[in-house]
């Protein structure tokens, strides 16, 4: 599986921007980048996902590079309920079936 | 809004006992998974099951671990003999055809004495 590397933290304050990176440089062609987040105590949530264009959804927008080598997740309004860990995780391009395969992620911390 | 569920929220087992943790997935997805997650590590991929067999599995899924779809809505898995190393937040997800969006559940955490 091809790796994907996240700082292992960072923090922000309550209703600004948060940007999220995320590297992948040996992506393959036909892989998908998901964002996926952990909040406390809860299973892993849908966040978003891509392959080449930039995609936005009602959490968040998801900004790819040209050369997909890496990404960006995008929390435009940071509230205290989006402190969770946020994977980038490359999948699925078996389609349906493909198991996710989780890092370590970056714990993102919301100061009020 | 359709989500997953899981039973029970949390198993006690004594080391060597079989344990059936239970999952009922959102109603027309097609795909279903396992994951695990020991207390402080990662998420970790066990199987996909689809059409009513086995699609993808890890080295994790070796052959004390089972899944079954034995009824339209249930989706179990099956650790026949538990061990210490089991012990671990055990989620269950799925999937719709044609989407890529995995729905988890909120796990069941299986403690093995």
């Known amino acids: 599986d091809a790796k994907t590397t996240q700082p292992n933290s960072m923090e922000s304050n309550e209703e600004e921007p948060v940007h999220l990176p995320c590297n992948h440089s040996t992506i393959s062609g036909t892989d998908y980048i998901h964002w996926y987040r952990q909040l406390p105590s809860q299973g892993p949530e849908y966040v978003i996902h891509g392959l080449t264009s930039n995609v936005n959804n009602r959490m968040a927008s998801l900004a790819i590079a040209e050369d997909r080598k890496s990404s960006t997740l995008i929390l435009h309004r940071a509230t205290l309920r989006d402190a969770a860990v946020y994977y980038c995780?490359?999948?699925?391009?078996?389609?349906?079936?493909?198991?996710?395969?989780f890092g370590k992620g970056t714990h993102l911390i919301i100061q009020p | 809004e359709p989500e997953v569920t899981q039973t029970p929220s949390h198993q006690v087992t004594q080391m060597g006992q079989e344990v059936i943790l239970r999952c009922v997935p959102i109603?027309?997805?097609?795909?279903f998974y396992w994951y695990r997650q020991i207390l402080g590590q990662k998420v970790e991929f066990l199987v996909s099951f689809y059409n009513n067999e086995i699609s993808e599995k890890s080295e994790i899924f070796d052959d004390q671990f089972s899944v079954e779809r034995p009824d339209g809505s249930n989706f179990t898995l099956k650790i026949r003999s538990t061990k210490l190393e089991d012990s671990a937040m055990y989620f269950c997800?799925?999937?719709?055809?044609?989407?890529?969006?995995?729905?988890f559940g909120p796990g069941t955490r299986l403690t093995v004495l």
């Open positions: 995780i490359l999948c699925c391009s078996r389609g349906g079936a493909d198991g996710l395969t």
């Open positions: 997800a799925s999937s719709d055809a044609g989407s890529y969006e995995q729905f």
């Open positions: 109603s027309n997805h097609l795909y």
